[in-house]
């Protein structure tokens, strides 16, 4: 089974000697002091750890795979690599991928992911690496592939064998669904936008649509896709402007809608936690939006520890969710 927590340098350091296979998650000062090993790595200072969410630059958050895998495979992928991932996937396993957030990687994984050859033909895990929100834009969120070597412009990826008999399940918890207001649609893709869009099919500026109906932007927009609800969050709001910046891509010919208000942001996702039944959970990652808005510092989500993140991957970038991996026994 995996272990997972919060570790001194120290102690992670002992782990990677002794051949660990690890995941791991850390303030930039730390994981450049890592030895040479079994590990791939992200940036990262906010973490649901065993005692609830913390703020932590002093440790390593440590997801110990190595009794899950019979093998394990690191490799980086560059903007010229990345869309032959799967060709990359183990025969029985899974992949977890590691994306330095705010990267141009970063931005041509979300909007291509879903046409790379082969991507839903395994599990496909794993997180964007962040900073604290106040050093956006200050520091450069990295990641590291079995070495001290901080990655800003690649992303890192480690291809995991299962033994026979076991299998990898991928699940993701989204607290949101479309609301029954206005269809948006947008003719232009990506991470930003002019605020030009279709709305109920007219032409319309949707800062100021935003704007005038006082619209909670803490609440996503909603894609339908054949029933799995995919978010897109709102990063900023210029109504002077008109332009909108998202965490995540919007899409040519995908109908949105805002979310369902959420009454009790916090309690809702406690609530759903709470009540599901899992196995063995080998890997989770939040997103700092659910960190911030349901304010989860010091609190406890349960069996799903783990770093928070600028996005989470599930085959494909997304937002607001709780990603987690779950190792299965099989005939």
Same mark, same amino acid.
């Given at each position: 089974?995996?272990?997972?927590?919060?570790?001194?340098?120290?102690?992670?350091?002992?782990?990677?000697?002794?051949?660990?296979?690890?995941?791991?998650?850390?303030?930039?000062?730390?994981?450049?002091?890592?030895?040479?090993?079994?590990?791939?790595?992200?940036?990262?200072?906010?973490?649901?750890?065993?005692?609830?969410?913390?703020?932590?630059?002093?440790?390593?958050?440590?997801?110990?795979?190595?009794?899950?895998?019979?093998?394990?495979?690191?490799?980086?992928?560059?903007?010229?690599?990345?869309?032959?991932?799967?060709?990359?996937?183990?025969?029985?396993?899974?992949?977890?991928?590691?994306?330095?957030?705010?990267?141009?990687?970063?931005?041509?994984?979300?909007?291509?992911?879903?046409?790379?050859?082969?991507?839903?033909?395994?599990?496909?895990?794993?997180?964007?690496?962040?900073?604290?929100?106040?050093?956006?834009?200050?520091?450069?969120?990295?990641?590291?592939?079995?070495?001290?070597?901080?990655?800003?412009?690649?992303?890192?990826?480690?291809?995991?064998?299962?033994?026979?008999?076991?299998?990898?399940?991928?699940?993701?918890?989204?607290?949101?669904?479309?609301?029954?207001?206005?269809?948006?649609?947008?003719?232009?893709?990506?991470?930003?936008?002019?605020?030009?869009?279709?709305?109920?099919?007219?032409?319309?500026?949707?800062?100021?649509?935003?704007?005038?109906?006082?619209?909670?932007?803490?609440?996503?927009?909603?894609?339908?896709?054949?029933?799995?609800?995919?978010?897109?969050?709102?990063?900023?709001?210029?109504?002077?402007?008109?332009?909108?910046?998202?965490?995540?891509?919007?899409?040519?010919?995908?109908?949105?809608?805002?979310?369902?208000?959420?009454?009790?942001?916090?309690?809702?996702?406690?609530?759903?936690?709470?009540?599901?039944?899992?196995?063995?959970?080998?890997?989770?990652?939040?997103?700092?939006?659910?960190?911030?808005?349901?304010?989860?510092?010091?609190?406890?989500?349960?069996?799903?520890?783990?770093?928070?993140?600028?996005?989470?991957?599930?085959?494909?970038? *997304?937002?607001?969710? *709780?990603?987690?991996?779950?190792?299965?026994?099989?005939?």
């Amino acid at each position: 089974m995996s272990s997972t927590g919060m570790h001194s340098i120290s102690e992670v350091s002992d782990m990677i000697k002794q051949g660990r296979i690890l995941l791991l998650a850390a303030d930039e000062n730390l994981l450049v002091k890592l030895p040479a090993g079994k590990w791939i790595g992200g940036t990262s200072v906010n973490f649901i750890a065993d005692n609830g969410g913390a703020t932590e630059r002093d440790r390593i958050f440590v997801t110990d795979i190595t009794e899950d895998a019979e093998t394990a495979k690191i490799r980086k992928y560059d903007l010229k690599t990345i869309a032959g991932i799967g060709a990359d996937y183990p025969a029985n396993g899974f992949t977890t991928l590691i994306v330095p957030g705010l990267s141009e990687i970063h931005a041509t994984f979300a909007k291509d992911v879903q046409s790379y050859k082969g991507v839903f033909n395994s599990p496909l895990m794993g997180w964007i690496s962040g900073v604290h929100l106040s050093e956006i834009g200050k520091r450069a969120p990295k990641c590291f592939a079995g070495d001290g070597v901080a990655l800003v412009d690649q992303a890192v990826a480690m291809h995991v064998t299962l033994p026979e008999g076991r299998a990898a399940r991928l699940d993701i918890i989204n607290l949101f669904k479309q609301g029954g207001g206005d269809t948006i649609e947008f003719d232009t893709e990506g991470f930003s936008s002019n605020g030009e869009c279709r709305i109920q099919g007219r032409p319309t500026n949707l800062a100021c649509y935003i704007a005038e109906r006082k619209l909670d932007t803490k609440l996503p927009l909603v894609a339908n896709y054949n029933g799995a609800m995919i978010n897109v969050s709102i990063q900023s709001v210029d109504s002077q402007s008109g332009k909108v910046d998202f965490y995540a891509p919007v899409f040519k010919g995908i109908a949105y809608k805002f979310a369902e208000p959420i009454v009790d942001y916090a309690a809702t996702f406690a609530q759903t936690l709470g009540g599901l039944k899992v196995g063995h959970v080998a890997f989770s990652c939040n997103c700092i939006l659910n960190y911030a808005y349901a304010e989860l510092e010091g609190k406890k989500t349960g069996s799903f520890v783990g770093p928070v993140t600028f996005g989470e991957i599930a085959y494909m970038l *997304l937002n607001q969710t *709780l990603v987690y991996l779950s190792i299965e026994q099989v005939n």
